[in-house]
Nanobody, 125 residues
Framework: QSKLVESGGGLVQPGGSLRLSCTAY????????IGWFRQAPGKEREGVSC????????YYVDSVKGRFTVSRDNAQNTVYLQMDSLKPEDTAAYYC??????????????????WGQGTQVTVSS
């Protein structure tokens, strides 16, 4: 079983919202920096957002800046990705990833050791 499990994906109309959850098993997520990635069919995996381990600093790729928000709930051992004003081009499988070795936020896939199985987001009318 994967140590990270994503949920919250689905079908939404353009302009709608979804909140993705990344819940950990056997990991305490407050000790990890977390990245959110997405991969659309025929495209390379893209780093979308991340949140640092200690100071909660975050980063967003330009295409989602102002629309997506990453946050932590340490009591629930969960990291969220709130996605608003969704566009058809946001359609992809979304993955969360965790890394213990460093604190600072990163959207480089090679920096992460643990990955979830992904959750599909489809934005279509």
């Amino acid at each position: 079983q994967s140590k990270l499990v994503e949920s919250g994906g689905g079908l939404v109309q353009p302009g709608g919202s979804l909140r993705l959850s990344c819940t950990a098993y056997e990991l305490t997520l407050e000790n990890y920096r977390i990245g959110w990635f997405r991969q659309a069919p025929g495209k390379e995996r893209e780093g979308v957002s991340c949140i640092s381990r200690r100071d909660g600093g975050s980063y967003y790729v330009d295409s989602v800046k102002g629309r997506f928000t990453v946050s932590r709930d340490n009591a629930q051992n969960t990291v969220y990705l709130q996605m608003d004003s969704l566009k058809p081009e946001d359609t992809a499988a979304y993955y969360c990833a965790a890394d213990f070795r460093r604190s600072q936020c990163s959207t480089a896939a090679q920096d992460y050791d643990y990955w979830g199985q992904g959750t599909q987001v489809t934005v279509s009318s």
